[in-house]
């Protein structure tokens, strides 16, 4: 069965520092995502992670995929308040001779992050 | 153009009532799944259209739930007899085929009392 676990599970910091959220995963996926949940709305679509070695960046955000260690890192720099928000990380479940699109998710439990002032 | 839509976005219903929410995928996706989000916790996987086809329900927690997508857009999630376990907020993504991305609706929060 496949597990992801994420730490920290909340994370309460400064703006304008730097910190990282680590998501490790169980078993072999070559992908894996990033979502963004703000309270009450739905989840936002980050990253996609679909190779070894990946790195992705969009402003002070940074996703990387080590597919060896089953771990991917979601590295923030310079925090503002606007990245409050719960962070997943999420693994597919792509079987053998499935389509493409037709993975099903299983996400960590979650990232809290607060950034204050 | 439009996202995923939902509705109702919350529904209170007496412990033993059945419920039916609504999934409204963006146009053209193939692609139509189910997630259970309890609170504090990550989405779980319930369900997974492939047009109209349902190709996997291992999600689904009992016999109590429901999925269909009879015309391979819309689809509706009927949960029979709610428990007061079965509060918690009702996700569907949809994607499109050779792509990895799911787009997820704004969900619909069920309240068991």
């Known amino acids: 069965e496949l597990k992801v676990e994420q730490n920290p599970l909340f994370l309460s910091m400064q703006e304008g520092k730097n910190y990282t959220i680590y998501c490790n995963y169980s078993t072999t996926s070559d992908r894996l995502y990033w979502y963004r949940q703000d309270p009450g709305k739905s989840l936002e679509s980050l990253f996609v992670l679909l190779s070894n070695g990946a790195v992705k960046q969009e402003g002070r955000l940074m996703a990387s995929l080590d597919t060896k260690a089953r771990l991917s890192t979601l590295h923030i720099t310079a925090a503002v308040h606007d990245l409050s928000a719960t962070y997943f990380c999420a693994v597919d479940i792509l079987r053998a001779g499935q389509i493409q699109g037709a993975q099903k998710l299983v996400f960590g439990q979650g990232t809290r992050l607060t950034i204050n002032p | ?113």
């Open chain 2, 1 to 113: 153009g439009a996202g995923v839509s939902q509705s109702p976005r919350y529904k209170v219903a007496k412990r033993g009532q059945d419920v039916a929410l609504r999934c409204d995928p963006i146009s053209g996706h193939v692609s139509l799944f189910w997630y259970q989000q309890a609170l504090g916790q990550g989405p779980e996987f319930l369900t997974y259209f492939q047009n109209e086809a349902q190709l996997d329900k291992s999600g689904l927690p009992s016999d109590r739930f429901f999925a269909e997508r009879p015309e391979g857009s819309v689809s509706t999630l009927k949960i029979q007899r709610t428990q007061q376990e079965d509060s918690a907020v009702y996700l569907c993504a949809s994607s499109t085929w050779g792509t990895d991305t799911q787009y997820f609706g704004p969900g619909t929060r069920l309240t068991v009392l």
